[in-house]
């Protein structure tokens, strides 16, 4: 078996099997809480329907309107704030849901306006990592020569260090800022900061949705948008660095094993040469007389290298290429020296004993 496909297999299994053990630990952690909660619930339901004397549908009744009321407790969504915050949210697919579009009109444009825009960001990230990755090997080469280092060399280590303690300081960062602004714990900030800029999005904590912010606050909105673009441009630099790699790793090693499987005996699209030892040993020479050729190649297999094309048909360490041998005329050579886009005449002269006939070898297929 290959081995990009038992790397895929692999894959496979460690990804159910890292899904499993997520399962039976979110259910260790959070089905006892859920339960919890859920009775708490039922008791203060039976405590406000007793206490003012509500009927089962006013209830349920009065259970939606504060549900549709909660995103417009934050103040006004669909002005142009609120409008690029929410563009923001789509592109970059973190998706908290804390505002979604309430007419259809606005739900088609969403879509449309996706297909586009995630794309795009997406280029968008990976070309910014790519330049924040180059530009951090600069710096660290420039370190190490004015360190005196006798190497100055970047290694991989030495990226994937700087990229893991980027992505540390701007987690933390964001985690400080919004732990003010947005009256939230250290950790529940840093918790908001990670499930952003990892564009997961539960929307369990949503920056920009107390007291107005969106339309009261336009530094704190200038920075939570900045910030959500800087951090999404580290955490791609750090992704392109380990992700992409092990995914290059792969293509080359899929393109090797193609190469080395089209050179098999057994490939019809595989080249074998029979070359007798007389051949081998005869030394090619060439001169400018057409009448002088003494054999005429036109394997097609030479057409990506023509400088090499004239090769000598000596014992080299090459891939041998299958031809069949043809006796022509001269006269039918000399019509067929013009050059044609799948053929090409060698320079080389070889001489084959005391026999003048003209060859010409042909890939066979």
């Known amino acids: 078996m290959k081995k990009q496909n038992v790397r895929t297999l692999s894959l496979i299994a460690c990804t ?22 859920e009775e708490k619930l039922k008791a203060e339901e039976i405590r406000i329907r007793g206490k003012y004397n509500i009927s089962t549908e006013d209830y349920r009744q009065l259970e939606l309107v504060i549900l ?21 949210t789509v592109i970059t697919t973190i998706g908290y849901g804390h505002a979604a579009p309430g007419t259809d ?18 280029v968008m990230f990976q070309s910014l990592g790519e330049r924040m990755n180059t530009f951090v090997r600069y710096l660290l080469k420039r370190i190490k020569k004015c360190c005196g280092m006798r190497n100055t060399e970047v290694s991989m280590e030495n990226m994937v260090t700087v990229g893991f303690f980027s992505c540390m300081g701007t987690l933390c960062i964001g985690a400080a800022a919004f732990s003010q602004c947005e ?19 539960f929307g369990d904590y ?20 900045m910030y959500i673009l800087v951090g999404l441009t580290v955490i ?62 036109s394997c097609a297999c030479y057409r990506s290298q023509p400088q090499n094309f004239g090769a000598t048909l000596a014992p080299q360490p090459l891939h041998s290429i299958s031809c069949r041998i ?33 060859m010409r070898r042909r890939k066979s297929v």
């Not at 949705?209 to 948008?225: C, D, E, I």
């Not at 006269?331 to 003048?356: A, C, W």
Request: negative net charge; aromatic residues 14%; hydrophobic residues 40%.
């Open 16 to 37: 159910f099997t890292y899904l499993l053990v997520g399962a039976a630990v979110f259910d260790a952690l959070e089905s006892d809480h859920e339960m919890r909660e």
């Open 68 to 88: 549709q009321s909660e995103p417009h407790r934050a103040g006004v969504q669909w002005k142009f704030a609120g409008s690029f915050y929410f563009a923001i």
């Open 105 to 122: 009109a606005g739900k088609a444009f969403c879509m449309f306006y996706a297909v586009l825009g995630i794309p795009l960001t997406l």
């Open 183 to 201: 009256e939230w714990s250290f950790f529940h900030a840093y918790y908001y900061c990670f499930i952003t800029l990892t564009t997961i999005g």
């Open 206 to 225: 949503v920056a920009l949705q107390s007291k107005g912010a969106l339309q009261r606050k336009p530094f704190y909105v200038a920075f939570s948008f």
């Open 236 to 297: 791609g630099a750090f992704l392109n660095l380990v992700v992409l790699r092990f995914l290059t790793m792969n293509s080359d090693e899929e393109r090797g094993e193609g190469e080395e499987g089209a050179a098999l005996p057994g490939n019809p699209s595989s080249v074998v040469t029979h070359i007798s030892e007389e051949a081998r040993q005869v030394r090619p020479r060439y001169r400018g007389e057409g009448g002088d050729l003494q054999s005429v190649c």
């Open 326 to 358: 043809e006796e022509i005329s001269p006269s039918t050579l000399k019509n067929s020296l013009f050059p044609s886009p799948i053929s090409s005449v060698s320079p080389g002269l070889h001489s084959f004993g005391d026999n003048h006939r003209l």
